[in-house]
């Protein structure tokens, strides 16, 4: 019998469109982790799904043991943020040059390489794989950490980039426009800055 592989991140409704934190002023979610207010309407995706399981002690172990497709994959992650490495003592799958961490965050993504068609969306691998290199942003290089920082706030009202915009944006990035993609109300917008002269040539 096929495993269910329950959807994520669908009991909540997204906000509508991309507006200010009240309280650090940047496009919300753009704050995560260091803006709480940022961080909220973000982290309740995952936990308004860990809530509805059967509350157990047992359970981030439980979840985490569970073949794949069992759980949400919000709650693998969730279940993840629970439970401390037992090697770093960091947050599971966040440890700096941790080999057990970058084994339980590789072995996360098999929910999306082997779930059916339907139960994730692009847009909702696309969030995940924000939230997971900014919450173990230490293992990843900045450019990639800058990408999501900037992308979280549009995949928040369910936008998501094409392959070709994310290109253009990292080189963007690299170039250094962070002002101006700050300032881009969209992907579309990123994507769309006029080459620099010296890269056009």
């Not at 409704?13 to 940047?26: G, L």
Request: a negative charge; glycine letters at 6%.
């Amino acid at each position: 019998m096929p495993l269910p592989y329950p959807p994520g991140a669908r009991l909540l409704a997204r906000p509508e469109a991309v507006e200010p934190c009240p309280t650090c002023a940047d496009p919300l979610g753009r704050g995560y982790r260091t803006c709480p207010t940022c961080a909220d309407p973000v982290d309740a995706l995952w936990k308004a799904d860990w809530d509805a399981l059967p509350a157990d002690d047992e359970l981030p172990a439980t979840v985490l043991a569970a073949p794949v497709g069992t759980h949400a994959w919000t709650c693998v992650d969730w279940a993840m943020r629970l439970l401390s490495c037992p090697v770093c003592r960091t947050e599971l799958g966040t440890g700096p040059a941790c080999l057990h961490c970058a084994k339980s965050d590789q072995a996360r993504w098999a929910w999306d390489h082997t779930a059916p068609a339907g139960a994730m969306t692009a847009n909702e691998h696309a969030i995940r794989m924000a939230v997971a290199a900014l919450r173990g942003a230490g293992e990843r290089r900045d450019t990639v950490i800058a990408f999501w920082r900037l992308a979280l706030p549009h995949l928040l009202v369910g936008a998501v980039p094409t392959q070709a915009q994310v290109g253009r944006i990292r080189v963007h990035l690299i170039a250094g426009r962070h002002e101006e993609l700050d300032e881009a109300p969209g992907f579309a917008e990123m994507a769309a800055l006029a080459d620099l002269p010296w890269r056009s040539a």
